[in-house]
């Protein structure tokens, strides 16, 4: 597929979709060969969840003092559109499938979710990154030190403790598609 897309058109899908990391022009990168962080390819997914706006991620939102005040409040004013609703939509059908019959069954939390499994080679790296239309989460298993792990999989620990975090992060608003 990234052959008929064109490498350099996949590169530039992934920069539009926030990604800074370096990528090199090479076929294998759809395989996962550019180590991508965590954070940045969370935030992509979190265009999917955001029906093709990409926003601008940050980390406080709100500073209160001790008296409650607010001291300082995020601004959310930076998106962008950078996929068509068309495009989502079949991306989303697609990571669907992935948690009910896919890799990721493990990641099922009852309620409609999407997401994909990574594994590296020789099981350095395991991810399931997925997201609900609220909430976009990342889980990465692996060693700083980039020893192997036992025959650790995407679709095993790390979408099990996704999975556990997003039925308790997802336990009081209603259920939506």
Do not use: C, H
């Not at 940045?40 to 997914?45: H, L, M, P, Q």
């Amino acid at each position: 597929l990234i052959m008929d897309a064109g490498v350099d058109e996949t590169i530039k899908m992934a920069r539009r979709l926030g990604i800074t990391t370096p990528i090199p022009n090479d076929p294998t990168i759809a395989l996962g060969s550019p180590a991508v962080k965590l954070f940045e390819i969370t935030n992509a997914y979190g265009a999917l969840a955001n029906g093709g706006i990409l926003i601008k991620p940050y980390a406080i939102e709100k500073i209160e003092n001790s008296k409650g005040e607010s001291i300082y409040e995020s601004s959310r004013t930076e998106y962008t559109r950078v996929l068509s609703i068309d495009t989502v939509a079949k991306m989303v059908t697609m990571m669907k499938q992935v948690i009910l019959q896919g890799t990721g069954r493990a990641a099922n939390i009852g309620r409609p979710a999407a997401g994909k499994t990574g594994t590296t080679d020789s099981y350095r790296d395991a991810w399931f990154i997925g997201f609900t239309p609220d909430i976009v989460t990342g889980v990465w298993v692996g060693n700083d030190n980039n020893k192997p792990n036992k025959n650790v999989t995407g679709g095993g620990l790390p979408a099990m403790i996704w999975a556990d975090y997003m039925r308790l992060a997802t336990k009081g608003p209603p259920v939506m598609d």
